[in-house]
């Protein structure tokens, strides 16, 4: 069974990160799970969902491209359960 439940947010509005910081977001919350995932034989189970509404929950403000990363990782675990 794989659980990933890892993922990283910045303190700052989304405007006020760095590309490096947008790209370690990305590289932790969505990369690194998916080349966990494609190296798996077995089940997967998904804790992301709640994450992926926390611009809904929070406003939005800070928080954009964190759901975005959780919105990619529960889009391509959707896919693989098809």
Not at 34 to 53: K, N, P, T
Not at 60 to 73: D, E, L, M, N, P
Request: glycine share 8%; net charge positive; hydrophobic share 45%.
């Amino acid at each position: 069974m794989f659980l990933y439940n890892a993922g990283i947010l910045f303190g700052k509005k989304t405007w006020e990160m760095t590309e490096k910081e947008h790209m370690l977001l990305m590289r932790v919350n969505y990369f690194t799970p998916v080349e966990m995932i494609r190296q798996l034989d077995g089940h997967i189970e998904h804790v992301a969902v709640v994450a992926s509404m926390a611009a809904i929950i929070s406003g939005g403000i800070g928080v954009s491209t964190y759901t975005a990363s959780k919105h990619a990782i529960f889009g391509y675990l959707s896919s693989l359960r098809q």
